[in-house]
């Protein structure tokens, strides 16, 4: 078991694996060199490499390169990583958090005499800056994971969290079972076990690494599957995907909504104040919007709102309310400001186990007949009386004449 823990070759193993995690991330820092956070954390596995190099050459080189620079190169690398983490985080960088552990190691052991021969001083003095830095950078990714939950994420908490406890440990065995210079790397030390935690610790870190920009670079692809390009809002397939799962948890109610007029805005004041009319639309709902709702633009100036557990009352007031501000908004373009108008057609009381597209026909009957009706105003139908019954309401609604002056929830309301 002794043998198994001889440092040096334990130094230059972790030198390999830590030179290995380096090129890595260099690497895919070369494809993206305006990330700030795969520079620092490149830096971070170099300069650690580097210090391990040296380390390993401890009582063959001279001690002021292998222990003098080993460590300060050492120390300097957890700094780098928190930087990089910040950064990840999309926080202050402060590159000046990477300098205060090496500038210490620097003045004590190439300025103080008694802390440069003192074995145990240095173990102390590495053990509490390794841990304090560890506890940090663990607490960085603690408070990240409100914004952006994963697995790697949790791993890089559990990872440094547990290697400050580790370093800490390290403590009090400087006192109770203190090295002596000349066998600080005998087979019989402590040391050599701290050396292979720090090896499999510096592995797994590189690992976690890998996996936390993998896992956001999918969440980025996926995202941009599913949002619709103008808007930023979900696209139809998103938003038919996620109703259909809130739908099965408990219910709730479709919305369909159409901007009036739409092809006058473009006419009148160009396609790009129409873009503007779209986004402007999609801001003002996701006002209005509770986090359970579910909001997406299914094509043209066509959106769709899913209301979770909403009774036919509740979606009429909503979407009344809704109508309401949106016509007594404007929109600023270069060529003038203009306001617009909006028809919804809603499917109420949907139970959990109905069909989206039975929701679909009767939303969108109900919408038609918000148009057919003059338009700036809501219908609501319950999902029990269906596409028939809408279909036959339509018909009534349609041999009468429009009535101009109606505004709000539409007269026509299966109930």
């Not at 926080?91 to 052991?109: D, K, Q, S």
């Not at 404007?330 to 959990?352: I, K």
């Amino acid at each position: 078991m002794i043998e198994l823990f001889h440092i040096p070759t334990l130094m230059l193993c972790f030198f390999t694996g830590s030179a290995i995690v380096a090129t890595f991330v260099t690497a895919m820092w070369v494809k993206e060199r305006h990330r700030l956070d795969l520079l620092s954390w490149s830096a971070a596995f170099w300069i650690g490499s580097i210090g391990i190099f040296f380390l390993a050459f401890r009582n063959v080189a001279p001690a002021w390169f292998s222990i003098g620079l080993g460590n300060l190169f050492a120390v300097a690398s957890p700094g780098l990583f928190l930087v990089g983490l910040r950064a990840f985080d999309g926080r202050r960088p402060h590159a000046w958090l990477a300098l205060p552990a090496p500038m210490i190691w620097g003045v004590l052991y190439f300025g103080v005499p008694a802390f440069t021969n003192d074995i145990n001083a240095r173990i102390v003095l590495v053990s509490v800056m390794v841990s304090v830095l560890s506890v940090v950078i663990a607490h960085t990714g603690w408070k990240g994971r409100l914004a952006e939950a994963s697995m790697a994420r949790h791993a890089v908490i559990w990872f440094f969290a547990s290697h400050a406890l580790v370093y800490l440990s390290r403590i009090p065995l400087a006192y109770y079972r203190p090295l002596k210079e000349t066998d600080s790397f005998s087979p019989a030390g402590w040391f050599g076990y701290y050396t292979f935690e720090l090896y499999v610790h510096a592995l797994f870190a590189g690992m976690a690494i890998f996996v936390l920009v993998r896992e956001r670079v999918e969440r980025a692809y996926r995202a941009a599957s599913e949002s619709d390009p103008l808007t930023g809002i979900l696209n139809r397939r998103a938003f038919l995907a996620r109703s259909q799962v809130s739908m099965a948890a408990g219910g709730g109610a479709l919305v369909l909504v159409d901007l009036d007029h739409f092809k006058r805005i473009n006419d009148s004041y160009g396609h790009p104040a129409g873009d503007a009319a779209l986004s402007t639309f999609c801001r003002w709902v996701e006002l209005e919007l509770s986090p359970q709702m579910i909001f997406g633009r299914i094509g043209g100036e066509e959106f769709a709102l899913w209301l979770p557990r909403h009774s036919e009352e509740q979606v009429a007031g909503w979407c009344e309310k809704l109508r309401s501000k949106i016509s007594m908004g404007r929109v600023e373009t270069d060529r003038g400001s203009f306001g617009f108008t909006v028809s919804m057609g809603a499917c109420a009381d949907l139970l959990a186990e109905g069909s989206m597209e039975l929701a679909m026909g009767v939303a969108d009957h109900a919408l038609y007949m918000s148009k057919r009706s003059g338009r700036d105003r809501v219908t609501v139908i319950r999902a029990a009386d269906g596409v028939d019954r809408a279909a036959e309401a339509l018909g009534a609604l349609t041999a009468t004449p429009p009535q101009s002056a109606l505004s709000g929830v539409a007269a026509v309301r299966l109930v």
